[in-house]
């Protein structure tokens, strides 16, 4: 029996395997906060985005998100991406603050309870 070559696999700089896949959500997470962080909120969202269809109901992305929006004034869609974040991951502190800051704008919580001027 004669041994006969493959052809070789082209290569490619996309990492697939499962292993590498929480790194490559992880740096686009990273890249998204910086974009907040530079005052990007836009570029952003669209960031949290990318991990989202990698990952759907990624908390920490839909965090992002609803952070992201109150950078821009959206409080409504930053209400909903918390709330979103909340139902991912019921136990996560960022999460719980979220859609405690989505009850607080809806009028729903303790609004009657702050001063209006801190002395």
């Known amino acids: 029996m004669e041994y006969v070559p493959q052809a070789a696999a082209p290569s490619t700089n996309i990492i697939t395997t499962e292993y590498d896949k929480p790194t490559d959500i992880h740096l686009l997470i990273k890249r998204a906060d910086t974009l907040a962080n530079e005052g990007r909120p836009a570029e952003a969202i669209g960031s949290y985005h990318q991990v989202l ?3 759907p109901g990624n908390c920490r ?3 992002g998100i609803g952070v992201a929006h109150i950078l821009e004034g ?3 869609e930053a209400a909903l991406a918390f709330s979103q974040a909340l139902k991912s991951n019921p136990t996560d502190t960022k999460a719980l603050c979220g859609s405690e800051w989505r009850v607080f704008w809806k009028g729903e919580g303790y609004r009657h309870q702050l001063p209006e001027k801190v002395p």
């Open 74 to 76: 959206n409080h409504g």
């Open 61 to 63: 992305a839909l965090v």
């Open 53 to 55: 269809a990698a990952d």
